[in-house]
């Protein structure tokens, strides 16, 4: 993910929505131990800092240096840069060696990832058997603001990364060689709803962040064209005030396989 989140990393910090406490709970119960926590790809931390409430100390690592500089220091989280060049060793060492983790989450991030060094190196450190690694992702398909939405689908499309199908798919076809118990599965992730708070201005500068968005801003194209934010403020109605947004989201949890 380095390179992407780069030049919007403090709007990043500010702008990206915090995830239910209840997920963390949810998960920490899975865990029968709670001494270490690693999230990766941890951008600006907020998923970090929710786990800490349930373990120990959670290891929070990130291939760009940029958003970790704006992530909110908590005393159990140690914030790790590990670029591109780190080695899976490397990697493995600086989270406490083999058999180290009791939980592993990606939040939104797992898609950016080399997918066999990561799960390569989950298979190393996730305690076993009871260890637990968890992945999510969420949509910006508001039933709220639906034509809207499909708008700014449509005209983001040429400026996707390709890795970020993946999220499109609702990571129903993203690989997870983890054993399933019974919430969500490869293929088949659990279907969880995340509602958010927040004025029409917050929304779009939330959606700012998104990296397509972000791709076509820096080759001089603005993608919330004045006719996508025009159809935004009328299906949002009162434009000065808050209003309930329910974003759905898309979990897979396992366990390492016997």
Known sequence: ?????????????????????????????????????????????????SIAEHYDQVIATDVSAAQLEHAAPHPKVLYLHTPISTSEDELVAMLGGDNSIDLIISATAVHWF?????????????????????????SYDIPNLKNAMKMVHEAWLPYRDPRTYLLLEKYKTLPFPFESFGYGSEGSPMELEMEIKMTLDE??????????????????????????LKEMKREWGDSTGSRKLVHLAYMLVGKPKS
């Not at 963390?24 to 119960?29: D, E, G, N, Q, V």
């Not at 990561?118 to 996730?126: A, D, E, G, I, T």
């Open 1 to 49: 993910m380095a390179g992407v989140y780069d030049k919007k990393s403090e709007q990043y910090a500010q702008r990206r929505p915090n995830y239910p406490k209840e997920w963390f709970s949810m998960l920490a119960s899975l865990s029968p131990e709670h001494k270490v926590a690693w999230d990766a790809g941890t951008g600006s931390g907020q998923a970090a800092l």
């Open 114 to 138: 080399d997918l066999p060094f990561f799960y390569s190196v989950v298979n190393r450190v996730l305690k076993k058997p009871h260890g637990i690694i968890a992945v999510w992702t969420y």
């Open 203 to 228: 929304f779009v500068q939330s959606l700012k962040t998104a990296s397509p968005i972000v791709k076509a801003k820096e080759q001089g194209v603005e993608l919330l064209s004045d006719e996508i």
